[in-house]
T-cell receptor, first 114, second 117 residues
Framework: GQQVMQIPQYQHVQEGEDFTTYCNSSTTLSNIQWYKQRPGGHPVFLIQLVKSGEVKKQKRLTFQFGEAKKNSSLHITATQTTDVGTYFCAGLGPMLESNYQLIWGAGTKLIIKP | DTEVTQTPKHLVMGMTNKKSLKCEQHMGHRAMYWYKQKAKKPPELMFVYSYEKLSINESVPSRFSPECPNSSLLNLHLHALQPEDSALYLC????????????????FGPGTRLTVL
């Protein structure tokens, strides 16, 4: 079946350092979405990428969608304590095959070292 | 109103109990979802309702019974659960169910944290 692999599982950074998480799909995606889940919270939508090679920025966050629409990344510049949480990617497979379900990555937990 | 609400926030139940989880949204969304999330895992899809009709059931055991009484409300009835069913149960909604409306965010509720003893 369709899978989205997400790495790393955890990343420990000092406050002010950068953070990156990567997602790789076994099949071409229609779109990819990114969600953030704070500890004890629920997933909150961050952004959606649809076009091949698309890059979007939200302040210190940069999102990329690969040319083949199979991989994506989220990069946070100069992390802050408010960035702590688990970041999930979730992709929609080809429209006719996906059954309209998001395929979720396993998540990357961002931990800020004191 | 741009939120999905869920009640209760926490629920502890025995294996012989019957309980229900409730989800509500007033955004006019026509697709509603139940997810189960275990610790350190991504959300796992259980059911999808499209225009109040069950469109996807991800081989969920019959001890979980969904219901969509109207376009704003989604229930999950629980009966004879097992301790391994303890998890965070998330409800989500999205505006549409086909074509370009499949793109775009899912709005998640805060979840019900369920413990089965």
């Amino acid at each position: 079946g369709q899978q989205v692999m997400q790495i790393p599982q955890y990343q420990h950074v000092q406050e002010g350092e950068d953070f990156t998480t990567y997602c790789n799909s076994s099949t071409t995606l229609s779109n990819i979405q990114w969600y953030k889940q704070r500890p004890g919270g629920h997933p909150v939508f961050l952004i959606q990428l649809v076009k091949s090679g698309e890059v979007k920025k939200q302040k210190r966050l940069t999102f990329q969608f690969g040319e083949a629409k199979k991989n994506s990344s989220l990069h946070i510049t100069a992390t802050q304590t408010t960035d702590v949480g688990t970041y999930f990617c979730a992709g929609l497979g080809p429209m006719l095959e996906s059954n309209y379900q998001l395929i979720w990555g396993a998540g990357t937990k961002l931990i800020i070292k004191p | 109103d741009t939120e999905v609400t869920q009640t209760p926030k926490h629920l502890v139940m025995g294996m012989t109990n019957k309980k229900s989880l409730k989800c509500e949204q007033h955004m006019g969304h026509r697709a509603m979802y139940w997810y189960k999330q275990k610790a350190k895992k991504p959300p796992e899809l259980m059911f999808v309702y499209s225009y109040e009709k069950l469109s996807i059931n991800e081989s969920v055991p019959s001890r979980f019974s969904p219901e969509c009484p109207n376009s704003s409300l989604l229930n999950l009835h629980l009966h004879a659960l097992q301790p391994e069913d303890s998890a965070l149960y998330l409800c989500a909604s999205r505006p549409g169910t086909s074509g370009s409306s499949l793109l775009g965010e899912q709005f998640f509720g805060p979840g019900t944290r369920l413990t089965v003893l």
